[in-house]
């Protein structure tokens, strides 16, 4: 399918974080969107209708819903979170985040849709990568919490039912989003970095692969209907980033100095212990870098906007939404 004017494309999760984005973007490129929720609430921008989609974790009946839906795009899902509350944390995310999937994916085929596009994570890989090996797609799945083997779980029954409905599957490992509007540690980040605190981290020496909400959503695009995506598990991410340079790139969109200072590793971690902060830290000291030429490079695909620019616009936002109020 190489012109999608006309189409309708479900996005479930439209009211995420990147549905937020994805639906306006879809809209601009010529698809007809249909906002996948969970329960009533207000039209997502860039979509033209909405499809009322109930807890998918308990087999909602779907299938005529679906009907005269081209693709989908699946974004929902029980979100990754620090400390979890939740009494069995293990059972919520497979019932949120694979027997949905699986719920979800048996009604397209049966109703006729064409692709589905699901995103999952780059925890299905892991949490660390260590230097000159970074996350391939052939790797050997090695998530280490409940999210990312849910994840995984996932992926491995859309490729079940792919192969014996001809639904086209195509599946997106992403790493941590970031954008306008982001949740989670970023907004934590930048709101030390506003406050013109110091920060610790100047003699930290890793590289991170992160990934803009508007790259996912070009790459979403391209995925719907590019021939090659189908049947295939792609990371994808932009240039890996260390973390000063992380850093001075929110700084620049704050419009605030990076105020950053060496402290020896095991001070470091003797704070992060302190605070009961070990696991942040992990995130800020260690690598986790993709391999994401194999993408580039099948799908003819070259993400629109450098982790720089993306990383200033997230900040100038944060920034102007903190100072209006």
Not at 85 to 91: L, T
Not at 107 to 124: C, D, N, P, Q, T
Not at 260 to 275: I, Y
Request: glycine share 8%.
């Amino acid at each position: 399918m190489s012109n999608p004017t006309g189409a309708r494309v479900l996005i479930t999760g439209a009211t995420g974080f990147v549905g937020r984005h994805l639906c306006p973007w879809l809209a601009g490129l010529g698809w007809r969107v249909a906002a996948g929720v969970r329960t009533h609430g207000p039209l997502p921008d860039g979509a033209s209708d909405v499809c009322h989609l109930g807890d998918l974790a308990q087999r909602p009946p779907l299938t005529e819903a679906l009907r005269g839906i081209d693709s989908i795009v699946h974004l929902a899902g029980r979100a990754h979170v620090m400390h979890d509350q939740a009494h069995n944390p293990e059972q919520a995310f497979f019932a949120a985040n694979t027997t949905a999937t699986e719920h979800l994916a048996s009604a397209a085929a049966s109703a006729g849709v064409r692709r589905l596009v699901f995103i999952s994570s780059i925890k299905v890989n892991g949490e660390h990568t260590t230097e000159g090996q970074p996350f391939r797609a052939s790797d050997t799945p090695a998530p280490e919490d409940a999210y990312g083997r849910s994840k995984l779980a996932a992926e491995q029954t859309l490729h079940r039912i792919g192969a014996t409905t001809g639904l086209e599957i195509v599946i997106i490992r992403p790493p941590l989003l970031h954008g306008p509007g982001v949740k989670g540690n970023l907004p934590r980040l930048m709101r030390l970095i506003d406050l013109g605190l110091p920060l610790p981290f100047a003699a930290i020496n890793n590289q991170r692969s992160l990934l803009a909400v508007a790259n996912l959503c070009d790459l979403i695009a391209h995925c719907l209907h590019h021939p090659a995506a189908s049947g295939v598990t792609w990371l994808a991410a932009d240039a890996d980033l260390s973390t000063p340079a992380l850093i001075r790139a929110l700084a620049s969109g704050l419009e605030r100095p990076a105020r950053l200072f060496p402290l020896p590793q095991v001070a470091l971690q003797g704070l992060a212990w302190l605070s009961g902060q070990r696991a942040t830290l992990a995130r800020l000291t260690g690598s986790l870098q993709i391999d994401s030429l194999p993408l580039r490079q099948q799908l003819d695909w070259t993400p629109p906007l450098t982790a720089e620019v993306s990383l200033q616009q997230t900040a100038a936002r944060y920034r102007a939404a903190r100072h209006a109020l």
